[in-house]
Structure formats: C-alpha cells, structure tokens
C-alpha cells in the first residue's frame, strides 16, 4: 500500500491478510480432505485450473501450477490493497 501511494494501518493490513489466508487455507482443507479419502497419489491438486479448462499439454501443466484458491487470494489481496 504504501509503494502504491496510499495510507493504511496496521489493523487493515492485519484483515487484509487475515482473509487472504483464509482463501488459501479453504484449498488446503479441501486438497487435504480429498488426498486422505480419495487413496490419490499426493502429488495430485484437484482444485487446480487444468481441471477447470480443457487443453493441450504444454498449456495443461502450466494450469496445474495455478490454484483456484490461490487466484481468489490474488484477487482479493489486489482488491483490498
């Protein structure tokens, strides 16, 4: 915040931070819960984008890497900042 020119406090960045892992540990307990029931290899992330979009392997790795959880944090740390 302050990079970008604006005034904040410490209790603003403390929910601002507070929500963003929230988002983040939403997709833990869901990865988690999933591994633990399912018998999946653990390398396997069942919330991530390859799942979400069909496409051609190059570009399916590369939407592996991102997570769906992990974009909402992303989103929601841009918008609170």
């Not at 604006?6 to 997709?27: C, D, E, P, Q, R």
């Not at 939407?63 to 609170?80: S, Y």
Request: aromatic share 14%; proline share 2%; glycine share 10%.
């Amino acid at each position: 915040a302050t990079i970008g020119g604006g005034k904040t406090n410490f209790v603003t960045m403390f929910s601002l931070a507070s929500f963003v892992g929230f988002a983040k540990i939403i997709g833990d307990v869901i990865n988690n819960t999933v591994y633990r029931f399912a018998n999946v290899p653990e390398g396997t992330s069942f919330t991530s984008l390859h799942d979400v979009f069909s496409a051609v392997e190059p570009y399916k790795s590369i939407l592996g890497v991102f997570d769906i959880f992990m974009v909402w944090a992303l989103v929601l740390a841009a918008e609170g900042l």
